[in-house]
């Protein structure tokens, strides 16, 4: 993803994804560490696995992380996350001509 193709409808939800410390602070681990699977994850940031998915499944569906489900080799299902390739420049330019595509739904 990057910034001169975004709609101003994935432009808000991405700045939304983003807008979150906890979402932040993944982000910046799976860049860092590489990819991870959701209870190590979870772990190395201190945060409940139920509430990491929340994060993490707000962030896949803004397109900024990646997930793969995996067998470990004693058969236990792990969902691997990394971070997409993505970059965000943000002009008037860039946010004037996202605001033209806004649909009727992202005006509250």
């Known amino acids: ?4 193709h975004l ?10 994804a983003l ?3 906890h979402r932040l602070r993944v982000v910046a681990a799976l860049s860092t560490g590489g990819r991870n699977y959701v209870s190590q994850l979870a772990r190395e940031l201190n945060l409940s696995r ?11 569906e803004a ?3 990646t997930s793969q489900m995996e067998l470990s080799d004693d058969g236990k ?4 996350f ?18 033209k595509t806004l649909s009727n739904n992202s005006e509250n």
């Open 1 to 4: 993803m990057k910034s001169k």
């Open 7 to 16: 709609t101003g409808d994935r432009l808000l939800a991405t700045l939304a």
């Open 19 to 21: 807008s979150n410390p």
């Open 50 to 60: 139920p509430l990491l998915h929340l994060h993490l499944q707000k962030l896949e």
């Open 63 to 65: 397109g900024l992380v």
């Open 77 to 80: 299902a792990l969902n691997y």
């Open 82 to 99: 990394e971070v997409a390739d993505f970059g965000i420049e943000l002009t008037p330019e860039m946010i004037a001509a996202a605001a």
